[in-house]
T-cell receptor, first 115, second 113 residues
Framework: DAGITQSPRHKVTETGTPVTLRCHQTENHRYMYWYRQDPGHGLRLIHYSYGVKDTDKGEVSDGYSVSRSKTEDFLLTLESATSSQTSVYFC??????????????FGDGTRLSIL | KNQVEQSPQSLIILEGKNCTLQCNYTVSPFSNLRWYKQDTGRGPVSLTIMTFSENTKSNGRYTATLDADTKQSSLHITASQLSDSASYICVVSAIYTGNQFYFGTGTSLTVIP
């Protein structure tokens, strides 16, 4: 299995609190992604990174911010969590955007519940 | 509008039987298509990836086909096993769209003894 670790794996928190999810990779891949997965929607891109300190928004970025200070770590922050952000969050990595630009490896997800 | 649609939404089959999952897309210009398997509680795992020029790609008991003219792909599972129970997701990339990938909502497959 590819070396991707997400933490925490499960979290329950209250509306209005800040939340940070961490993704750590040991593959030295350039591209890292954060997705959320909800029933009926499939996977939707929140933010992605194409290098250290280089990030960009995805299709559902409102209410989320990211940071990447090291190649191996990509953080996703919910500044003030809302119930609509209850979801399963997946981190993914990709070596390049060449042949097969889709993420090559996914983490096992963080199940986040906001009450 | 670029979209990916998968069918059926869910499927139940007997162990040992074959099945075929469908993926239709309107993504253009087409770059490549990847099939993932997602076990319950786990992240997706890549099964196959196909470019415009590839018609068939196999990975063990999994065989993906691509018809770029009709914009259809299928994933055929041969001699199903209980461990094949999972969600199967089709993802399509377009040329020149960077990190925009178009995800299907998946087909949930249940293999019963």
């Amino acid at each position: 299995d590819a070396g991707i670790t997400q933490s925490p794996r499960h979290k329950v928190t209250e509306t209005g609190t800040p939340v940070t999810l961490r993704c750590h990779q040991t593959e030295n891949h350039r591209y890292m992604y954060w997705y959320r997965q909800d029933p009926g929607h499939g996977l939707r891109l929140i933010h992605y990174s194409y290098g250290v300190k280089d990030t960009d928004k995805g299709e559902v970025s409102d209410g989320y911010s990211v940071s990447r200070s090291k190649t191996e770590d990509f953080l996703l922050t919910l500044e003030s969590a809302t119930s609509s952000q209850t979801s399963v969050y997946f981190c993914a990595i990709s070596e390049s955007q060449g042949r097969g630009g889709q993420p090559q490896h996914f983490g096992d997800g963080t199940r986040l519940s906001i009450l | 509008k670029n979209q990916v649609e998968q069918s059926p939404q869910s499927l139940i089959i007997l162990e040992g039987k074959n099945c075929t999952l469908q993926c239709n897309y309107t993504v253009s210009p087409f770059s490549n298509l990847r099939w993932y398997k997602q076990d319950t509680g786990r992240g997706p795992v890549s099964l196959t990836i196909m470019t415009f020029s590839e018609n068939t790609k196999s990975n063990g008991r999994y065989t993906a086909t691509l018809d770029a003219d009709t914009k259809q792909s299928s994933l055929h599972i041969t001699a199903s096993q209980l461990s094949d129970s999972a969600s199967y997701i089709c993802v399509v990339s377009a040329i020149y769209t960077g990190n925009q990938f178009y995800f299907g909502t998946g087909t949930s497959l249940t293999v019963i003894p």
